[in-house]
């Protein structure tokens, strides 16, 4: 149980274009998603905690209209790079917390490697 | 939240057991410690959570002494698949996750 996965796997854009990242819960329902960017030998670094039906709330640095985050139900938020330029090219992971009040756990999906031409 | 300190790197030999100890001197009253492992381009994967004393799953263990300023992980009898990253976090229920450095074990024939 407690399965996140990411969609897609990986993708290459243009520059200047959009690209759209998908991250659900398979077998759970979860009220809290995160995502997280990591650079090649660093460590995750926390952009936006996502909030079902509400907005996201991002971390200092972090452009909010150029990162795009959409909760819409308990088991789906989306990640949005609008604008896309090489500096943007990272893994990309997401994480879900379980609804159940006495879960401390989040799981995380396996990420999305997206490379900026 | 409370920060993490972690060794940068820890080698060690198959079927050897490995102690990874992370301090965390500003722990809270309602922090959770956990840990995760983390192979190159794979999202993290949860090892282990405890809150004070000894918690024991199917793949480690996990040490808290009474005053939770620490903790350690240990690995049982490594093998080369266990060479990876070791993330400690503490974390308030349903607070984020700051993720520190982490360390990076190397397992050795």
């Known amino acids: 149980g407690a399965v996140v996965s990411q969609h897609p796997s990986r993708v290459i854009c243009k520059s200047g274009t959009s690209v759209k990242i998908e991250c659900r819960s398979l077998?759970?329902?979860?009220?809290?998603m995160f995502w997280y960017r990591q650079f090649p030998k660093q460590s995750l670094m926390l952009m936006a905690t996502?909030?079902?039906?509400?907005?996201?709330?991002?971390e200092q640095g972090v452009e909010k209209d150029k990162f795009l985050i959409n909760h819409a139900s308990l088991t789906l938020s989306t990640l949005t790079v609008t604008s896309a330029h090489p500096e943007d090219s990272s893994f990309y992971i997401c994480?879900?917390?379980?609804?159940?009040?006495?879960?401390?756990?989040?799981?995380f999906g396996p990420g999305t490697r997206l490379t900026v031409t | 939240l409370a920060k993490t300190t972690q060794p940068i790197s820890m080698d060690s030999y198959e079927g050897q057991e490995v102690n990874i100890t992370c301090s965390h001197n500003?722990?809270?009253?309602?922090?959770?410690i956990t840990w995760y492992q983390q192979f190159p381009s794979q999202g993290p994967r949860f090892i282990i959570q405890?809150?004070?004393t000894k918690v024991t799953n199917e793949v480690a263990s996990l040490f808290i002494p009474a005053d939770r300023k620490s903790s350690t992980l240990s690995l049982p009898r490594v093998s080369l698949s266990d060479t990876a990253v070791y993330y400690c976090?503490?974390?308030?229920?349903?607070?984020?996750?700051?993720f520190g450095a982490g360390t990076r074990l190397a397992v050795h024939p």
């Open positions: 976090l503490v974390s308030g229920g349903y607070n984020k996750l700051i």
């Open positions: 077998d759970f329902q979860a009220t809290t």
């Open positions: 500003n722990i809270a009253t309602n922090d959770y």
């Open positions: 994480s879900a917390r379980p609804r159940q009040l006495s879960a401390y756990e989040q799981y």
């Open positions: 996502s909030n079902e039906g509400s907005k996201a709330t991002y």
């Open positions: 405890g809150y004070k």
